[in-house]
């Protein structure tokens, strides 16, 4: 089992930028993989990026140059920095992680999800 806490959402202009972190509990968290997912008004739920436990990323052709994913598992958080913010990045993003954390991040099932954040970009 495995619990996720987002934090960092808020409000933003456009061009700005906020730091999204994901602090995890659970066992063995160095060998599992993560990824940050977003719901914006009206889409279905989008993946974001994903990073697996040796720090190799993946990010969406939607944000890449503005978003970077990370990983710090002295203090098993996850961060999500965002820049160059848009108002379509605006919704409810979610760090997510699958225990299968060698190999490609992508196309995983990850079971374990947070409770989100909300990122709102407007003028």
């Known amino acids: 089992q495995v619990d996720l806490v987002e934090s960092g959402g808020g409000w933003v202009q456009p061009g700005g930028s906020l730091r999204l972190s994901c602090a995890a509990s659970?066992?063995?968290?160095?060998?599992?993989?993560f990824a940050w997912f977003r719901r914006v008004p009206g889409k279905e739920r989008e993946w974001v990026s994903c990073?697996?436990?040796?720090?190799?990323?993946v990010t969406s052709d939607s944000v890449k140059g503005r978003f970077t994913i990370s990983r710090d598992d002295a203090v098993n958080e996850v961060y999500l920095q965002m820049n160059s913010l848009k108002p379509e990045d605006t919704g409810v993003y979610y760090c997510?992680?699958?225990?299968?954390?060698?190999?490609?991040?992508?196309?995983?099932?990850?079971?374990?999800w947070g409770q989100g954040t909300q990122v709102t970009v407007s003028s």
């Open positions: 997510a992680s699958d225990r299968r954390g060698s190999g490609a991040c992508t196309n995983l099932d990850y079971p374990y």
């Open positions: 659970g066992s063995n968290l160095v060998y599992y993989a």
């Open positions: 990073i697996n436990n040796v720090g190799r990323t």
